[in-house]
């Protein structure tokens, strides 16, 4: 039997950092230790090495965007460890500041959605596993932007929902089930999406999966 995923959670604020709490107690994910600040956020990441990290953006000492600091400072000091952000604002810059060049292990949603245990544990387990878990509004407003020069232009509608999906973090089946196509589908337009993106064969380390979604996000 395997052990519980161990978590680590920063929140300020003492019914929300709670409420959260108990929700992942109650999928089986043990909290290790809930903070409320930044500072003490990095200090048992390291100490405690969970296997993963949740946190609010907005957190003392500035009350400005120190959990997001915070997570950045615990991707690059201890790589590896999955982080998942929570914000109350819908703010790309955020997202792809996290992501960095590599989405694997990162997640971002909006604390409104994360009154749904659901979509707090898919997250969790999305992100213990190396993938990402992006909040669909982010990804929306990313879409929208305007890009001079954009490299997706060549792809079809439904590339596009593919490649939506993928930067949300689900694997083949589950953009299958999401869009109502058959696997063998999904593994076609995927193809499609690296053909049109020239994203020739990748070394392990830089799988074309995780090209395209940097790719799509960052342009």
Known sequence: MSEPLRAVLGEDQAIVREGIATMLRRAGITVVAAVDNAVDLVRVS??????VVITDIQMPPKLEADGLR????????????????LSQFLDASYALDLVGDDPSGVGYLLKEKVASPQILTNAVERVVAGGSALDPDVISSLLGRKRTKDPLSALTPRE????????????????ANALFVSVPAVERHVTGIFTKLSLTQASSSQHRRVLAVLRYLKQ
């Open 70 to 85: 915070a997570a950045l400072e615990i991707r690059a000091t201890q790589p590896g460890t999955p982080v998942i952000v």
């Open 46 to 51: 390291k100490e405690e090495k969970p296997d």
């Open 160 to 175: 596009k929902d593919v490649l939506a999906l993928m930067a949300e973090g689900h694997s083949n089946t589950g953009i």
